[in-house]
Nanobody, 128 residues
Framework: QVQLVESGGRLVQTGDSVRLSCAHY????????MGWFRQPPGKGREFVAA????????AYSDSVKGRFTVSRDNAMKMLYLQMNSLKFEDTAVYYC?????????????????????WGPGTQVTVSS
């Protein structure tokens, strides 16, 4: 059984940086596309960033493009989200998720329904 666990969330100030990590427990991490989503207070969950199983392609929401960087280490079974120039509106619970790449379907990183497993989330709070 696959399990994902996020870490790294904390209280920061506007303009600070934070790196989130997501650990994959279980086999075949390198057969999953990975994504980051977030849920701001009182709002629905939204796409943040994603990376293909081999790291060759990434995708970002317009709101984080140029500030956030998604990466992965398949040997360590880890996913990362480097968040720079944080803004108040980045405050949210951040979730990592994985989408099985072995079925040959097209990559749709923004689509929540594509993802098979989710972590419990980690809180990032940006004070203004």
């Amino acid at each position: 059984q696959v399990q994902l666990v996020e870490s790294g969330g904390r209280l920061v100030q506007t303009g600070d940086s934070v790196r989130l990590s997501c650990a994959h427990y279980g086999p075949t991490f390198n057969m999953y596309h990975m994504g980051w989503f977030r849920q701001p207070p009182g709002k629905g969950r939204e796409f943040v960033a994603a990376i293909t199983w081999n790291g060759d392609n990434t995708a970002y929401s317009d709101s984080v493009k140029g500030r956030f960087t998604v990466s992965r280490d398949n040997a360590m079974k880890m996913l990362y989200l480097q968040m720079n120039s944080l803004k108040f509106e980045d405050t949210a619970v951040y979730y990592c998720a994985e989408d099985w790449a072995g079925d040959g379907t097209s990559w749709h990183p923004h689509n929540e329904m594509q993802y098979d497993f989710w972590g419990p989330g980690t809180q990032v709070t940006v004070s203004s």
